[in-house]
């Protein structure tokens, strides 16, 4: 089967559409054999990549998608608010920035990403950046193609070996930067939020307390954060004092994560060299772009490419089709990155005959109780003749709904668990 990436969106179908038929959106370019493997689950696929974030609210009024698959085309509170169709958003990559989680929480839609399936492929493009910033590759060529012969004036370069590279964000990114310096014989200082000098010292690292201690020890910086409001502007005026004299910075991670301008003074006053592939307000797809950034000497820059590989793409794509295999299979959401992070206030269990309207008499004792439900689940015991539900709950009942819980003549037993008492 081919499959056009044009800007018209095609839909391909085999067979006749129940009412079980999950409809999938691609907003973005996606590999074909990602777009195949998703028919063959039964799903109706729509692809449409050339759909600007401007054109998707009309896309899922029209189509109403029940997942909608993305790369780099921006999730809005208006899309997600065009359709109520809409039940998982799957970012083909990593960071999940350019989605509205929080609205999609508010109209209970899932948001998935496939975290670590670029990591080679970014790791890849920060050492370009960074021996490109060390050997000057980028002003070389552009002589060269100009027809100048500067031998003289670009035979000087510090090098790498035996240097201190940093690492800012200990991720799957941020490993397999660290891991490529260990090849170039560097000394690997790191930094991450989650770090702990015992893991640090396990992975071969010397262990920074700070993001500024990263930048006051290390020769050559990646940055390797998630764009959240608390890694907004990381590198400012204070992280940029605290870099040696002619450090390499490299951000191959978001824009956001840099305050340009405290880069642009430091590149002026300390010799910064800087390899950027993400920038602070990037243009949608075929617009012109013009940044200042980009224009200061010792910037070297790409064009937010650092996942753009065929073993990348092909990584992610499979990832999206087993989140969405699963999704459709059991309604489960691997990778799923909005699930609340705090604990229920308690546990009920109810060990219950597996007989109709066990679990219905449950939940109206709860309603009728004003005790909401959080999560549950209902495991089936071998035969089928007995479960055990695990139901969490907002608050702890009161003695009486839980004797009416266990008046029913289904019941087995039940029990009550405080969490964290």
Known sequence: MTIAKTATSTTHASGPVDDSTHSVLVADSFQAAGLEAMERLGCRVEYAAELTAGDLPAALASGQPDVLVVRSTKVSEAALAATDALSLVIRAGAGYDTIDVAGASTRGIFVANCPGKNAIAVAELAWALILSCDR??????????????????????????????????????????????????????????????????????????????????????????????????????????????????????????????????????????????????????????????????????????????????????????????????????????????????????????????????????????????????NLIYEGAQAACAQIQLEERPEAEPLEAIAANEHILSINIVTMGS
């Open 136 to 377: 000057r590759v980028p002003d070389q060529t552009a002589d060269l193609r100009a027809g100048t012969w500067n031998k003289k004036g670009y035979a000087r370069a510090r090098g790498i070996y035996g240097r201190t590279l940093g690492i800012v964000g200990v991720g799957r990114i941020g490993l397999a930067v660290a891991e490529r310096g260990r090849a170039f014989g560097m000394r690997i200082v790191a930094w991450s939020r989650n770090l702990t000098p015992e893991t640090a010292a396990e992975l071969g690292f010397e262990y920074a307390a700070s993001p500024l201690d990263v930048a006051r020890q290390a020769d050559v910086i990646s940055l390797h954060v998630a764009s959240t409001p608390e890694t907004r502007h990381l590198v400012d005026d204070a992280f940029c004092a605290s870099m040696k004299d002619g450090a390499i910075l490299v951000n191959t991670t978001r824009g956001a994560v840099v305050d340009e301008a405290a880069l642009a003074r430091a590149i002026k006053s300390k010799s910064i060299r800087a390899g950027l592939d993400v920038y602070a307000n990037e243009p949608a797809a075929g617009d012109s772009f013009d940044t200042a950034i980009v224009h200061e000497p010792g910037v070297y820059g790409t064009h937010h490419i650092g996942a753009s590989t065929d073993q990348a793409q092909e990584a992610i794509a499979a990832e999206a089709v087993r989140i969405l295999e699963i999704y459709v299979a059991t309604g489960a959401v691997p990778n799923c990155v909005n699930r609340s992070a705090l604990p229920p206030t308690c546990l009920l269990t109810v060990r219950h005959l597996n007989r109709p309207g066990v679990l219905a008499h449950v939940f109206n004792v709860l309603s009728e109780a004003a005790i909401n439900v959080e999560e549950m689940e």
